[in-house]
């Protein structure tokens, strides 16, 4: 059966290496405006796809990420989902960068969850029959178990390429307990004081003259991989390296680079420092 794929604005860079890539795939891009443009003169959102209809009971892949810019970005999703429900279209969506990701489970009083809410909404009102996410911060988490959400791990990939480096003796770590949730390596202790505050401790691993790999799920300020770094200095390894999927923000990243050894970094998110490319990954999992 031939997968059609209806990519988001933010995923074109991914989708111009995707074509030709296979037969079995089919990219329908969302039409432009009048002017030709993706945006009203309001900054409104404006979306079309024309043979909408003819999708009916095809498989159809919507293809997402949800940076660099989250807010807009769900719009366009959203209005690309509401045309599919109302053409009776139930497709898939494939999340390179699951957005509000963090935002997983209530911390403080007045909270939401806001990435169940998200997956609630694509399952239950626009009948979203499978959803993929790359490395999703909620990994691990309980009320996941409740939706047709695959998990795919990128630290494979992120491995495999740091030990052809600088050998297999590379000692992995997650940055906090959260991590070690996702991805099961060890982790510094971490505390989460609030939905903006935590605090490290140092780990009971000897860290002296060893390579040390961190493998975290994205980079926003660098703020956790900066105080990873500064503890695993302390501790006097011999070399720090970082392993990152998601690199959200490009001030974090600058961060994180300048202090690192090595940063290796997907490309779920369009970055001029991403060097692990995902496409085969992505073709892998909807094939």
Not at 53 to 72: F, H, M, Q, T, W
Not at 161 to 188: C, E, H, V
Not at 209 to 215: F, Y
Not at 231 to 242: S, W
Request: hydrophobic share 40%.
């Amino acid at each position: 059966m031939k997968t059609f794929i209806i990519p988001t604005s933010q995923v074109g860079y991914l989708v111009k290496r995707i074509k030709g890539k296979t037969k079995d795939l089919e990219v329908i891009s969302p039409d432009l405006s009048r002017d030709k443009k993706r945006y009203f003169p309001d900054g409104e959102v404006y979306m079309r796809i024309l043979n909408a209809d003819k999708l009916r009971d095809k498989r159809v892949i919507v293809l997402y990420s949800g940076a660099p810019r989250p807010n807009e970005g769900l719009m366009e999703l959203e209005l690309i989902l509401q045309i599919l429900r109302d053409n009776n279209v139930k497709p898939e969506v494939f999340f390179t960068y699951f957005p509000y990701g963090m935002q997983d489970k209530v911390f403080d009083k007045g909270e939401t969850n806001v990435a169940e809410n998200l997956t609630e909404k694509l399952v239950n009102y626009y009948k979203v029959k499978k959803i993929y996410v790359i490395d999703p911060h909620f990994g691990g988490r309980k009320w996941i178990k409740k939706y047709p959400i695959i998990s795919i791990s990128t630290v494979p990939l992120l491995v495999e390429k740091a030990k052809k480096d600088f050998g297999k003796n590379i000692l992995f770590f997650s940055p906090d307990i959260g991590g070690k949730r996702r991805t099961g390596f060890k982790a510094m202790e971490k505390k989460r004081l609030s939905s903006f505050e935590v605090k490290m401790f140092p780990s009971r691993v000897n860290f002296k003259g060893k390579i040390i790999g961190v493998i975290d799920d994205m980079i926003k300020t660098g703020g956790t991989l900066l105080k990873f770094y500064e503890i695993a200095e302390k501790l006097e390894a011999k070399k720090i390296i970082a392993l990152v999927t998601h690199g959200v923000m490009p001030v974090g990243i600058s961060k994180i680079k300048k202090k690192y050894s090595k940063l290796y970094l997907t490309n779920t998110i369009k970055q001029k420092e991403a060097n692990i490319d995902i496409i085969d990954l992505i073709l892998k999992t909807i094939s």
